[in-house]
Structures are given as C-alpha cells and as structure tokens.
C-alpha cells in the first residue's frame, strides 16, 4: 500500500499554502486589532479546506480506493495545521494577541479526535483486503 | 403506466441492478481469452455482450489498477500499432483461479439441463 498517494501529496502541498495564509492573514489581522475580519478570514479558510478536501479526496478514491483515504486526509490536515502554526511561532511571527498556548490546546483535542477516527479506521480496515473495502473492490 | 412502459421500465430498473458486479467477469473473460489492452477489453466486452455492456476506458483503468493491486490482473508492456508501447493486461494464476472458483459456483448452474430449459425464452 502507498504510503502517500500523488492527490494527497497535493492536498498537502495546497492546505501548506493555505495555512500559512491564514496565519500570516490572522497575525496581521490581529495586530491591527480587526477582530471582525479575523473572523471572516477563519470562515473563509475553513470553507477552503473543506472544499480542498472535498475534492481532492473524491480524485483520490475515484483514481484507487484505499479504505484508509479518508483517514489519512484526516492525518494530513492535522499535521499540517500543526506544524505551519509551531514553525510560525517558532520564528516568532504570532500577533500579541496570539498564545502558542491556543496552538497546543487545538492540537490535544484535535488530537483526540483523530484518534477516535483512527480507531474506526482500524474497525473498517477489517472489512477490507489489501488495503480495499470488500465492498469496492468488484464494484 | 401502460403495459408495455412499466414492462421497459421495470427490465430497465432489473439490468440496472444486475449489470452491477458484472464488469469484472467480462474483463476476466476478455483477459482468459488473450493478453489484451484496454482498448481491446473494452471492444470484447461490448461486441460479446451484445452491446448490453458498456464501459468507459476509465472505468476499465480504475479496476485494472484494483485488479493488479490485489494481484489477479498484471501487466506487460508491448509494441502498439503506432505510437508508445501499450500495457497488455493478463489474468495471473492468482486472477485464474478466482475465475474458475466463480465460475463453478455462481455461472455452471445455469449449464443445468433443467435451468437451461427454464432459461430459454418463451414468445
């Protein structure tokens, strides 16, 4: 089984430039105080992922139907999230408004989240043989 | 409704159903028959079933990637008419046997002498 398909890849590239968007869009947003647009700027870029995600991951299960793709959409959002918002921090280009705090707290109950999605994948993976959901590999 | 529409419809609303499923068994049998290219498989499943199959070449790419991932289709390359070499997909031993298991349990019964008589077509 492939460890990252050519579409995940992609939508991971694509969330990367997404998410550092957000953040350089929300730290600005922030320092000049513009609370309002702050929370345009969210709903905006979660509308984006979604749909990033909507339609990347349709490509990815009509191009091979891995029974894990789902899942691993899941994995690739989180970590990019986390990882571009710890580097941002890191180089210290959070707003003053901004505490790491947020980031880790996202990242403990996202976490949980993902591991609760994670143990129904396991519960799916049953149903499947190298890799495919019985039910789509003579479909 | 009339008669002859809900006839239309219902046979229509039935092979929806039935035509499900059964695209893998003609891949495999254009594939039994010779190595062949998509192209090839595509034609054989149109003109052997009577036009009642139809499948589009991506939707024979998509279940030739499953087929080969689980290790029942594989592929060599050779030599097109023109251009760049094609992929000539065969049935593996693997692919082989699934078939014949298939075959002996779900499509000899209809070899039956007496399911054979009940199959032929009354006017």
Redesign the interface.
């Known amino acids: 089984m492939k460890t990252i398909t050519k579409n995940q890849l992609t939508f991971a590239t694509l969330i990367s430039i997404l998410t550092l968007a957000f953040r350089f869009g929300l730290s600005n947003l922030l320092d000049q105080r513009d609370f309002l647009l702050v929370w345009v700027l969210a709903a905006v870029y979660a509308i984006l992922m979604f749909i990033s995600g909507y339609f990347i991951g349709k490509k990815d299960h009509?191009?091979?139907?891995y029974a894990d793709s789902g899942f691993k959409f899941h994995l690739i959002t989180f970590v990019v999230f986390v990882s571009v918002s710890e580097i941002w921090y890191l180089l210290e280009y959070n707003s003053v408004y901004e505490y790491i705090k947020t980031v880790h707290l996202t990242a403990i109950f996202w976490g949980i989240g993902l591991l609760v999605h994670y143990i129904f994948f396991r519960r799916t993976r049953r149903n499947a043989?190298?890799?495919?959901d019985r039910s789509?590999?003579?479909? | 409704m009339s008669d002859a529409t809900l006839l239309t419809e219902l046979l229509s609303a039935w092979e929806e159903t039935y035509k499900k499923g059964q695209l893998t068994l003609w891949i495999f049998m254009a594939l039994k028959e010779e190595k062949k290219y998509v192209e090839e498989i595509k034609t054989f499943v149109e003109e052997q079933s009577g036009q009642s199959m139809s499948c589009e070449e991506q939707s024979l790419y998509r279940n030739l990637r499953k087929f080969q991932h689980l290790g029942v289709v594989d592929f060599e390359a050779g030599k097109g008419n023109k251009g760049p070499e094609r992929k000539y997909y065969f049935l593996t031993i693997l692919g082989q046997q699934l078939l014949n298991k298939f075959i002996q349990r779900n499509i000899s019964l209809f070899f039956n002498p007496k399911i054979k008589n009940l199959l032929t077509t009354e006017e």
Do not use: L, W
């Open positions: 009509e191009s091979f139907p043989i190298k890799g495919i789509e590999i003579f479909d």
